[in-house]
């Protein structure tokens, strides 16, 4: 018991530390002491102790010094936490613009922009919730439908049946997409300044193309200290791994 008891306090003091060093870290950001804040922010992290909060205002922190890629490398974490972070989103999208290279996604059309565009509206946790949201409905409605007295009343709980059935049917398929998609991208953000991606791993190989600071890729493959990348616009090629800096990690 008493080493239960020790640990809870342990326990108390490091989150009552961290709590001090994020309203500290706040404090300093609002004196325009931007560095010191991410110093604060930084401690916290390098204690395991992660939040959406911590990686939002930590981005805000290097933002302001004019730091592209740790900006947008923490607005990234703070999305990865809380998929729906708005304030988040907005930052990242203005971070974004301080990043030399210009690439243009590939844009999706047909049948699968409109399944993207839909599905990825929520984060699979979100679906996963809708889809127990209207099994439950069906349930009810299976009640009334089996207690309803009149031949009326059944038939509209049998329409809500399958209005349930229906409903958790496109969360459990959204979620399902939504969720392979995610486990499916290894997001990272390049931190040297400017770095040459090969189209070989290997130092000798001709360059494909050039990046700079800030610029997002998707690693798709590891070799060695070669890690290999694809960006929005679709362009592959090997970049050495101390260049990036992956937000899964």
Not at 27 to 54: D, F, M, P, T, V
Not at 197 to 215: S, Y
Not at 223 to 248: F, R, Y
């Amino acid at each position: 018991m008493k080493k239960i008891a020790l640990y809870i306090m342990f326990l108390f003091a490091v989150q009552l530390v961290a709590a001090q060093s994020f309203e500290k870290g706040n404090a300093l950001y609002k004196e325009g002491n931007y560095a010191s804040a991410a110093a604060q922010y930084e401690g916290i992290l390098k204690q395991k102790k992660e939040s959406a909060e911590i990686y939002f205002n930590l981005g805000n922190a290097y933002y302001k010094m004019g730091e592209v890629a740790p900006a947008v490398y923490n607005y990234k974490k703070a999305l990865l936490l809380h998929p729906g972070y708005k304030e988040a989103q907005v930052n990242l999208g203005f971070a974004q613009k301080m990043a030399i290279d210009d690439i243009k996604a590939v844009p999706r059309v047909g049948f699968s922009k409109m399944v993207y565009n839909a599905a990825s509206n929520f984060h699979y946790n979100t679906w996963a919730w809708i889809a127990l949201g209207f099994a439950g409905l069906f349930f009810l409605f299976f009640l009334g439908y089996y207690f309803g007295g009149s031949t009326l009343i059944k038939r509209i709980f049998f329409v809500g049946m399958f209005i349930g059935i229906g409903g958790s049917v496109v969360g459990v398929l959204s979620a399902i997409y939504v969720k392979s998609h995610f486990e499916a991208e290894r997001p990272a953000v390049v931190f040297a300044e400017v770095v040459s991606v090969k189209e070989e791993p290997r130092d000798m190989a001709n360059d494909a193309f050039i990046l700079h600071e800030g610029t997002q890729v998707n690693v798709e493959e590891t070799v060695g200290d070669w890690k290999k990348i694809q960006l929005a616009d679709e362009s592959v090629g090997w970049i050495k791994s101390g260049a990036i800096k992956e937000v899964k990690n």
